[in-house]
């Protein structure tokens, strides 16, 4: 399993992200895929999952209506749109599969989001 993110940035307040996930070692169109951040001294947590062909997609509630999670299953691909970014989105992201609960023990390098003026 590998799992490659980028995307991430140093953004303002009220600004937009696009990341990104490549995924290869497994089957991608057969595995639901969510994406977790980890802010500084706190646990990763559970941001967004998205179904295998895309037909269904959860968010947390902190970002829901903000950040949107898409798939393109011939670029083994899962995507993370992030919208009116605020301060406490900083964190690192990282993708896995699985819809809310990481699927593999294996995670990537994640991709660092920082949120300020």
């Known amino acids: 399993v590998h799992l490659v993110e980028s995307g991430g940035g140093l953004v303002q307040p009220g600004g937009s992200l696009r990341l990104s996930c490549v995924a290869s070692g497994f089957t991608f169109s057969t595995k639901h895929m969510s994406w977790y951040r980890q802010a500084p001294e706190k646990e990763r947590e559970w941001v967004a999952g998205?179904?295998?062909?895309?037909?269904?997609?959860l968010y947390a509630d902190s970002v829901k209506g903000r950040f949107t999670i898409s798939r393109d299953n011939t670029k083994n691909t899962v995507y993370l749109q992030m919208n009116s970014l605020k301060p406490e989105d900083t964190a690192v992201y990282y993708c896995?599969?699985?819809?809310?609960?990481?699927?593999?023990?294996?995670w990537g390098q994640g991709t660092q989001v920082t949120v300020s003026s």
């Open positions: 998205i179904t295998t062909a895309g037909g269904s997609t």
């Open positions: 896995n599969a699985g819809y809310r609960t990481p699927f593999y023990d294996y």
